[in-house]
């Protein structure tokens, strides 16, 4: 089991900063990808950002080049620092640790998914 604990949330206006953490604690060992999705009430959840194989990051369209995801140097943290944040951008964001099998790159539709609570964010003036 991996346990997920997020931070960082919050309210700020358009155009402002944000940066989310996540640290994990459990079997970490195991966890191959760790990221960041987001939800808002009647859609489904959607990737923001991860951190995969190799340290390599993959983004979803809507945030590149606004936000920047790193990986701890015990590869048990992940961040998330959101610039020239949009009302659009506002959603409940969850942090992801995926174990995939042994061989499959991500996402293995077969692997397992831990996650966070979730942290809100809310972009309003």
């Known amino acids: 089991q991996v346990q997920l604990v997020e931070s960082g949330g919050g309210l700020v206006e358009p155009g402002g900063s944000l940066r989310l953490s996540c640290a994990a604690s459990g079997n970490t060992f195991k966890i191959g990808a760790m990221g960041w999705y987001r939800q808002v009430p009647g859609k489904e959840r959607e990737l923001v950002a991860v951190i995969i194989a190799n340290d390599r990051a993959v983004y979803a369209d809507f945030v590149k080049g606004r936000f920047t995801i790193s990986r701890g140097d015990a590869k048990t943290t992940v961040n998330l620092q959101m610039n020239s944040l949009k009302p659009e951008d506002a959603a409940v964001y969850y942090c992801?640790?995926?174990?995939?099998?042994?061989?499959?790159?991500?996402?293995?539709?077969?692997?397992?998914?831990?996650w966070g609570e979730g942290t809100s964010v809310t972009v309003s003036s």
């Open positions: 992801n640790a995926h174990i995939a099998r042994n061989g499959v790159p991500w996402p293995d539709k077969n692997g397992v998914n831990f």
